[in-house]
């Protein structure tokens, strides 16, 4: 069993920046694939950014490249998401989660999710 927690979410103004973060306890992260994904208020959750394994396969939703840089550090067991230039439609509750499949917009195939951190955009 791996949960996973999310941090670094909150009030943000328009045009700044986060940098969300996902630990693992219990169990590694090693051998797991990770993914963002986002929850808007009455809206589907949908993808944001993957990673695999090794770090060396990133893969985005187009509304957020060039925005958001997602890593991960094997070594602290964490996974990470660098927001930037936030905008207003980017205010949501940002979940990690982990699967060992690599399809990265298919969220049924991620077995392990987050309880989610709040990022809201102030314009």
């Known amino acids: 069993q791996v949960q996973l927690v999310e941090s670094g979410g909150g009030l943000v103004q328009a045009g700044g920046s986060l940098r969300l973060s996902c630990a693992a306890s219990?169990?590694?992260?090693?051998?797991?694939?990770m993914g963002w994904f986002r929850q808007a208020p009455g809206k589907e959750r949908e993808f944001v950014a993957s990673?695999?394994?090794?770090?060396?396969?990133?893969y985005y939703a187009d509304s957020v490249k060039g925005r958001f840089t997602i890593s991960r550090v094997h070594a602290k067991n964490t996974m990470y998401l660098q927001i930037n230039a936030l905008k207003s439609d980017d205010t949501a509750v940002y979940y990690c989660?982990?699967?060992?499949?690599?399809?990265?917009?298919?969220?049924?195939?991620?077995?392990?999710w987050g309880q989610g951190t709040q990022v809201t955009v102030s314009s």
């Open positions: 219990k169990r590694t992260l090693s051998g797991y694939v």
């Open positions: 989660a982990a699967g060992t499949t690599w399809d990265p917009r298919r969220s049924d195939l991620y077995t392990y």
């Open positions: 990673i695999s394994w090794s770090g060396g396969v990133t």
